[in-house]
């Protein structure tokens, strides 16, 4: 599990896996165990191990209060990865969304320009609705393109305030073919301000001005 917050990850590993990582790939080592997590060591590629719940209740109060700028990851090392990710959840309130990376005959992807980044279509679950409707749904809905569901890339999480509620986005993102793009037009209502199909190249020019994950979801997309 990763988790974007603002232009930071959380990323939550078990100790298995943490096993093939160096520790000289991390600015600050903090054992839980030993000692109280603080903002001013909270800077650069953190690690922190023997995470428990008072670890996780004591690190979230400090990412809400605290402005870390200088922050640029933190890897948790937990004992029981599932109950650190289900506790981490706790902390917020989840809506579960969907989106798309859609592309035509040419290889170019549809990116999207709202509120000064490129980005990509996505967006929040109806009642009763799946992923994957979803996933076709916004995509026509802000784009006007219809599309064909291919294999699901990934799943990210990230957080946001809204009306002073603490909210994580669980967003599952699928690769898509492009059936139809003569209706192609932004939803304005949702800031869309235009669409542009890009190569790859654009693409990578593009996501410079973009968002940690949608740079995560493409990164994966073209991994694929």
């Known amino acids: 599990m990763i988790i974007f917050i603002n232009e930071f990850v959380i990323k939550i590993i078990g100790h298995k896996k943490a ?3 160096s520790t000289t790939e991390f600015d600050h080592l903090i054992d839980a165990q030993l000692e109280a997590i603080k903002p001013q060591n909270l800077e650069g590629h953190v690690m922190i191990i023997n995470v428990l719940s008072p670890t996780i209740n004591r ?3 400090i990412i809400k209060t605290e402005q870390l700028s200088h922050l640029q990851s ?11 990710e289900q506790l981490i959840k706790s902390q917020y309130k989840v809506l579960k969304a969907a989106g798309g990376v859609v592309r035509n005959n040419f290889g170019q992807i549809l990116m999207m320009y709202r509120l000064k980044k490129w980005d990509l279509p996505k967006g929040k679950l109806d009642k009763g609705e799946g992923s994957k409707i979803a996933a076709i749904r916004e995509v ?4 006007g393109v219809k599309a064909k569901l291919g294999e699901k890339i990934c799943t990210t999480f990230h957080t946001y305030t809204y009306k002073n509620v603490d909210i994580l ?3 599952k993102w699928y690769s898509m073919d492009l059936l139809n793009d003569s209706k192609m037009k932004p939803q304005v209502e949702e800031d869309i301000e235009k669409l ?3 190569n790859k190249n654009q693409v990578k020019a593009a996501l410079i ?3 940690s994950s949608i740079r995560y979801v493409l990164k994966k997309y073209y991994d694929k």
């Open 19 to 21: 096993q093939t990582l």
């Open 59 to 61: 690190l979230f109060t």
């Open 74 to 84: 933190i890897t948790l090392i937990s004992d029981n990865k599932e109950a650190t």
């Open 140 to 143: 026509e809905e802000e784009c």
């Open 169 to 171: 986005k669980q967003t």
């Open 196 to 198: 542009e199909w890009m």
């Open 209 to 211: 001005n973009s968002y």
